[in-house]
């Protein structure tokens, strides 16, 4: 089946700073998602994205999917970005099956 | 419109027992997914129901059941509890086109004493 890979599994950052959380897949794809699970265990849609690029304030994503790659950058990072972050694809021969990737997760220093 | 329900919240079990949960998907939704999340395993598939019918099922033992009503709310049932059955359960609501965008509730907490 389709392989999820995120990268870095953890990340530290002072307040302010930016990053760059990746998601490579094995195979192609029908769906790309990005969440941010909150202290509740709710996921929540940042990005549906399963090509091009997408801006949300300080979030933006890029899916280039002919490489098989995801990127998320947060911008000017606040001590509310702090939790984890998943990639999902959709598994083209199961329909909406989600495969997840183990998470990225960040910590964010006032 | 409202979001993706899920009940109950929390819930604790023992060994042994058997345990349901319900989700209702978003309204027009007809595709509903349930998925476990465990520290050791992370997010798995469990099953996708649409139009009452299982149309995907992920790797899990027969313990695990589901089923879809008419009005597309979804319930799972977990027999026989082990203790490697507490986790999150997860349910994700779509409009049942393949690739279309997911939502998800905000989960059940399952613990098996």
């Known amino acids: 089946g389709i392989q999820v890979e995120q990268s870095p599994p953890d990340l530290i950052l002072q307040e302010g700073a930016n990053s760059t959380l990746r998601c490579n897949f094995s195979?192609?794809?029908?769906?790309l998602q990005w969440f941010h699970q909150n202290p509740w265990g709710q996921l929540i849609n940042l990005f549906y994205?399963?090509?091009g690029t997408k801006q949300n304030g300080r979030l933006s994503a890029t899916t280039v999917a002919t490489e098989r790659y995801s990127l998320l950058y947060i911008s000017s990072s606040q001590t509310t970005d702090s939790g984890v972050y998943f990639c999902?694809?959709?598994?083209?021969?199961?329909?909406?099956?989600?495969?997840f990737g183990a998470g990225t997760i960040l910590r964010v220093k006032s | 419109k409202a979001g993706v329900t899920q009940t109950p919240r929390y819930l604790i079990k023992t060994r042994g027992q058997q345990v349901t949960l319900s989700c209702s998907p978003i309204s027009g939704h007809r595709s509903v997914s349930w998925y476990q999340q465990t520290p050791g395993q992370g997010l798995q598939f469990l099953f996708e129901?649409?139009?009452?019918?299982?149309?995907n099922k992920g790797n899990f033992p027969g313990r695990f059941s589901g089923r879809q009503f008419s009005n597309s709310r979804s319930e799972m049932n977990v027999s026989t509890l082990e203790l490697g059955d507490s986790a999150l359960y997860l349910c994700a609501s779509s409009s049942g086109t393949e690739g279309g965008i997911q939502y998800f509730g905000a989960g059940t907490r399952l613990s098996v004493l």
């Open positions: 129901y649409f139009s009452e019918t299982q149309r």
């Open positions: 994205i399963p090509s």
């Open positions: 195979d192609s794809v029908n769906n």
């Open positions: 999902a694809v959709g598994d083209m021969e199961y329909g909406n099956k989600l495969v």
